[in-house]
């Protein structure tokens, strides 16, 4: 059994394969943000009580400031960097902008990520299973009418929304 | 967060002999939704985390002559997904579907919230030393005790948070432990301790000693059973007082019941006297009433807490009314 | 423009996580800062050792109270750094540091020496002239105010009944969702600091330049974006910190609070203890109205001579009565420090006052509702003389009679929201609900100032290709700010709104502004905008007259361009237009101040609320929720509407769930996190309607008012009175949890 201090590893991060030396104690979104430079996921608490920081771990939507990145080596992570198809915002992006679903937006990726979760699980939902699966997430804004309208909506278009 | 090296076994074996080895400053992970916390507090100060999480032998989940063994491994979301539950243990998925968030039963695994340490906002705070620390005080006896414990409350009254562990002991779960050389079965309801017996830690497992799987039996045909968890806000919360009830009526009398409340006590509490009271007899409404106060007529509230009597009555009885219907 | 739900600006950069907040900006070369808090909720520092810490690998500096030379002040009562801890979290040292965690670790290795002094945490204990005192003054914080108009001793001696109250109020953290956070940077002996902020201008740069001894034209100040402030991000100490360690390490230093400091470093809402009296004639008119507050202020000043103030406003003006008074006192106490959080101080203080006239009407034997319909300030406003000279602005929190409302819906914000919670039909006597599940129906109104700025500035410039760029020295904090200004600017100009951009948050680039703060963005900077937009427009008209040879009777606006109707029909387009500007024409700048010499400016609101109780739990379900608002027009439907719905949940938490927990032993913070000072969550959001009147104000740009804050006045009280509604039982102090339902309910089964 190896007990090291750094680590080589990798991740496939939004489908490019990410390689980097790391300490054990970092957590997934020190090296996403940190690191990677991929400043999308914010730290809300650092706490997993907030879902600010949320991101696709293989495809669960995870708080990655409570995930130790050494644990999700070899993983495929998709961040909200990772949503828009040349150029053009996802449907739910598209939906978000489209419902104000926003407002100050610091909690708007991690409330992203959820619901493209979810929506890749479930085609029609319910407002009550919206309301469910995004309530990992708080938005102090308290913008939740316009954010369950933004879900309901995309999930309406009907497209494949997987990431 | 504070540093600290990092390993993976390859067996569960090398995993508790390293643990048994390296006493207190190895500390086992899992999804580390719990623990994480505790260092980045600076509650718990690891040199070593062993990495449970890539053992494929604790990831488990299969169902073997209807009796359930979940692998100490499975996440929650796997469990909550796993095809059978609803059908056979429609209890455990009530708990499931209240248990903390979306994300955290992403990477949260059973075994995870069957040792999750307690929520006491004294105990967690990095600036006092409490007496689960190792300090001299319980600054919750006379502080702020709104959540705490109004059974077996001295002399700590933290509450158990686990949902998982009160409907699983209603379920008459076992737990197997794994140590360096050998393993032992245990009841679920053995597994917890009271501060009474140790104060620092809440459970049996001796050092090098971890939990791998929980054997959940399959309930006998017409078996019911509900959770019911009170808490403040729609999610997120810990329970302030919840209710597992587990129970079988035949011809009118009920046959078969247990009884656990969470949130009341520093373990998950069984509350027997009412399962005594009831059993044999006709589950009347005013007997619930009784039998629920019968249970909480030993409960000792502190200054901040005495309306989680009332909580745990309603529960209690709320529960087994739709249990022993 | 003015009126549709343009998609709000800066939509797409938030929805791709390419909007960089403060914590997300990296400069070349960047350290992290820490901050060392004290344990203590009040001590003397004897010594302080840093000689461990500075001989981390990796720790490039260290300063504390040592640094800071004597006297160098943000506030009166507070130093940058202080040889005094006034709470558990105050501010002892800072360490910058290659990476954030060895910073941290390095805060473990500062040894300080504490002499302890004694801690007060009840601000009734630490008012009393004996007790020991946290600041060299006593623990008064500034002199208490007292206003009146008319004499409420006259009006309690003509009074019938007499009713009286006392409400209490918790501690209340904004809790934004992005942690404070600072990036320093200095050129020489000039500083660019990045910070949340909510006034780069007048806030953040005074300050800066005082706490660093350095002039205010070397300090600019920008504010990339906030991630939610809610009035709370009005402190600069940790800015000041974050410049500090920069200049003695000589290289750029980010700082950011974590979750928990962001909850006790940061401002919270003051909590409160108000005392009502209330005269009633036996006509059935109020005779007089007395209100006295006490708020705990924490361990220093912040803006609670703004919160004080602020939290009378509803006992002297909601009411019509020709006497009112209202006394407001603010006590130190070693707690964290109270300061800016959402309309300030009126949500206690009409929490007080709406509960207070619940109570009155029942004993009067009328229907909630009704009462108000009878009592609330009408348009014409309060009786009595108004004090003001002719010709001086009107105060929008005055305390004289004699002076009408631009515009005063509130009787159809009651008329409205009535008929949308069905209360005519629904209401029902109190604790009349059959079972344990018990329902209600209740209601509060509210008043706030409708926006008033000393000051603002606005700049337009149109560029030869035809864009328009507005510069405003405010910030938008998150509510959409922006795209109202951007919608008020293109109506103004008669352009499409893509033609125009937005330009705020930095002192170097924009004019001086306020604070964004007393909702008064829309009104006073719309008013800003409004007119330098407009004069940009007739300057253009002009141009166009003079080069066409003819009148302005004969040009008129159509679809964005200029249509010339003499001597030949003629069409102009805007970009033919803006090229007939020198360059110094093309920029048009104002400064105003806004206002009326005429009328009091303020916006209204009435709420009504249903709730479920379960009384074997104590659980309170909002099962249905209107709010009804008179902001004047509405700029923006959509984000108007998302702003009041978050308006309200977040006060549902004021409401139900949410207060800070101090240990009355230790002063330490017990929950300073989500988990535990409980914000509302998704599932907790009621079925929510929102109703604006929309009647344009006539002295706000394009009609419009304040709208911010008001949402979250009336909350609280409707929750309250609803619950009584449903169990017969009052709550006169927040947050209403299950412990306090379920003890209550306990008591009054004994009786």
């Known amino acids: 059994m190896k007990i090291k201090k750094r680590w080589d590893v990798f991740f496939i991060v939004n489908g490019k394969r990410r390689s980097l030396t790391i300490e054990p104690h970092w957590t997934l979104l020190e090296v996403l943000r940190d690191h990677l430079g991929l400043t999308g996921a914010k730290k809300g608490c650092d706490r997993a009580e907030c879902g600010s920081c949320t991101v696709l771990l293989e495809r669960e939507p995870v708080y990655a400031c409570q995930v130790l990145a050494v644990q999700a080596r070899g993983q495929r992570i998709t961040t909200i960097e990772g949503l828009e198809r040349n150029g053009k915002l996802h449907p739910i992006q598209q939906s978000f902008v489209d419902h104000d679903g926003v407002q100050c937006g610091f909690c708007t990726p991690g409330f992203i990520m959820t619901a493209n979760a979810f929506l890749e699980r479930t085609r029609r939902p319910s407002p009550d299973q919206v309301k469910q699966a995004l309530s990992g997430n708080i938005c102090r804004c308290s913008a939740y009418a316009k954010i369950i309208e933004s879900v309901l909506a995309a999930s309406r278009r009907g497209k494949r929304t997987r990431a | 967060m504070h540093p600290f090296r990092y390993a993976e076994p390859q067996s569960v074996a090398e995993a508790c002999r390293f643990l048994k080895r390296q006493g207190p400053s190895a500390l086992p992970i899992a999804g580390g939704t719990d623990l994480l916390n505790e260092i980045k507090e600076g509650i718990a100060k690891p040199e070593f985390i062993l990495n449970l999480k890539r053992l494929p032998s604790l990831a488990q989940l299969r169902e073997k002559d209807g009796a359930l063994r979940i692998g100490a491994m499975v996440s929650l979301s796997q469990l909550a997904g796993y095809p059978i539950l609803r059908r056979n243990f429609p209890i455990l998925s009530e708990a499931l579907s209240t248990l903390a968030t979306p994300q955290i039963r992403a990477v949260g695994t059973v075994a995870g919230n069957l040792c999750q340490r307690p929520r006491c906002f004294y105990y967690r705070h990095p600036l006092l030393l409490c007496a689960k620390k190792g300090g001299r005080t319980c600054f919750a006896l006379d502080g702020v005790n709104r959540y705490h414990a109004i059974l077996q409350n001295e002399p700590c009254p933290m509450v158990h948070p686990s949902d998982l562990a009160p409907v699983l002991i209603a379920l008459d779960a076992q737990v197997v432990l794994a140590g360096a050389k050998d393993k032992r079965l245990l009841p679920l309801e053995e597994f917890f301790l009271l501060p009474t017996q140790d104060i620092t830690r809440e459970t049996v497992l001796t050092p090098g000693e971890i939990l791998i799987e929980v054997q959940v039996p399959k309930p006998k045909a017409g078996t019911r059973g509900t959770y019911l968890k009170f808490r403040e806000r729609g999610t ?80 209690m009885v709320r529960a087994m009314q739709a249990v022993l219907k | ?408 819906r509130l009787s159809e914000c009651l008329r409205l929201g009535a008929k949308a919670i069905g209360w005519q039909r629904r209401w029902h006597s109190p604790n009349s609900s059959p079972g344990h599940q018990k329902r209600g129906l209740g209601m509060a109104m509210g008043l706030y100032r409708g926006g008033l700025a000393h000051k603002a500035g606005a700049e337009v410039e149109v560029h030869p290709d035809g864009s328009v760029e507005i510069r405003v020295g405010t910030i938008d904090v998150g509510e959409g700010a922006f795209t109202t200004l951007l919608q008020i600017g293109a109506e103004a100009l008669g352009i499409e709104p893509s033609r125009v951009s937005i330009l705020g948050g930095d002192t170097a680039t924009t004019p001086e502004a306020p604070v964004t703060s007393g909702s008064s963005t829309t009104f006073s900077m719309g008013t800003a905008v409004k007119e330098a937009a407009t004069t940009l427009r007739e300057k253009i008209l002009d141009r166009v007259c003079a080069h066409m040879g003819t009148s302005r009777e004969s040009v008129s606006w159509n679809k964005g361009a200029i249509q010339i109707t003499r001597p030949t029909k003629k069409k102009v387009s805007w970009k033919e237009a803006v090229a007939l500007l020198s360059p110094e024409e093309r920029r048009v700048r104002v400064e105003i101040r806004p206002g009326s010499t005429e009328f009091v400016i303020n916006s209204f609101a009435a709420h009504f609320a249903e709730v479920e109780v379960d009384t074997e739990t104590g659980k309170v379900t909002v099962v249905k929720y209107v709010a009804a608002h008179d902001s004047g027009r509405i700029v923006n439907p959509v984000a108007a509407q998302n702003q009041v719905e978050g308006g309200v949940i977040q006060m549902l938490g004021f409401a139900l769930t949410e207060e800070l927990l101090t240990d009355l032993k230790t002063g330490v913070t017990l929950n300073g996190n989500f988990l535990e000072h409980k914000v509302p969550v998704i599932v907790d959001l009621p079925p929510l309607k929102t109703i604006f009147v929309n009647a344009p104000d006539p002295a706000g740009p394009f009609g419009a008012k304040a709208l911010g804050e008001p949402p979250s006045i009336p909350v609280a009280p409707a929750i309250s009175n609803a619950i009584y509604n449903a169990i017969g039982i009052r709550f006169q102090d927040l947050p209403i949890t299950p412990d306090k339902i379920l003890d209550k309910l306990r008591l009054q089964e004994r009786d």
């Open chain 2, 236 to 315: 997120g919360d810990f329970a302030v007082v919840s209710a597992a009830c587990s129970g079988r009526v035949l011809r009118g009398t009920v046959v078969e019941m247990r009884l656990v409340l969470g949130g009341v006590a520093p373990i998950p509490f069984r509350a027997r006297k009412a399962e005594e009271m009831l059993l044999g007899q006709k589950p009347r409404k005013d007997l619930l009433a009784e039998a629920a106060q019968a249970v909480l007529s030993e409960a000792t509230p502190l200054p901040g807490n005495r309306y989680k009597i009332r909580a745990a009555q309603t529960l």
């Open chain 3, 1 to 408: 423009m003015v009126g549709k739900s343009l998609t709000r600006l800066g939509a797409a950069e938030k929805v791709t996580g390419r909007l960089q907040y403060t914590g997300d900006l990296k400069l070349p070369g960047m350290l992290h800062g820490k901050i060392l808090r004290s344990p203590h909720p009040h001590a003397r520092i004897v010594s302080i050792d840093t000689s461990a810490a500075e001989a981390m690998p990796g720790v490039v500096a260290v300063i504390t109270p040592k640094d800071i030379p004597p006297n160098r002040r943000l506030q009166s009562d507070l130093a940058v750094l202080d040889w005094t801890v006034r709470f558990v979290g105050d501010e002892v040292a800072a360490v910058a540091a290659v990476r954030e965690d060895i910073a941290e670790a390095a805060l473990e290795r500062i040894r300080v020496e504490y002499e302890i002094l004694p801690a007060l945490f009840d601000p009734l204990e630490a008012m009393k002239p004996d007790a020991f005192p946290i600041h060299p003054g006593g623990n008064l914080a500034g002199k208490p105010i007292v206003l009146e108009r008319g004499s409420v001793e006259a009006g309690f001696a003509q009074s019938q009944h007499i009713f009286e109250g006392t409400y209490t109020t918790q501690v209340h953290c904004a809790a934004g969702m992005e942690p404070r956070a600072a990036l320093a940077r200095w050129e020489g002996d000039s500083l660019t600091i990045w910070k949340s902020s909510r006034g780069v201008h007048m806030v953040d740069r005074p300050a800066l330049a005082q706490g660093l001894g350095i002039p205010a034209e070397q300090v600019r100040v920008i504010c990339p974006a906030m991630g939610g402030g809610f009035g709370s991000k009005d402190e600069t100490r940790m800015g000041t910190l974050c410049a500090l360690l920069a200049r003695k390490c000589g290289k750029p230093v980010r700082l950011e609070y974590t979750r928990e400091e962001e909850f006790i470093a940061g401002r919270s809402r003051h909590p409160s203890i108000t005392h009502l009296k209330v005269g009633i004639s036996r006509s059935g008119e109020i005779t007089a109205i007395h209100a006295r507050t006490i708020m705990s202020k924490g361990a220093y000043m912040s803006s609670g001579n703004a919160v004080i103030r602020r939290c009378g406003q509803g006992s002297l003006y909601l009411y019509r009565t020709p006497n009112a008074k209202y006394e407001g006192t603010l006590v130190y106490t070693n707690l964290p420090v109270a300061g800016s959080y959402r309309a300030l101080g009126a949500p206690q203080g009409q929490f007080a006052l709406e509960v207070h006239m619940d109570k009155i009407a029942e004993a009067l034997s009328l229907d909630p509702l009704e009462f108000r319909r009878r009592h609330h300030v009408q348009p014409e406003g309060q009786p009595g003389e108004r004090q003001t000279p002719p010709g001086e602005l009107v105060s929008d929190q005055p305390v004289e009679g004699g002076i009408p409302f631009s515009s005063n």
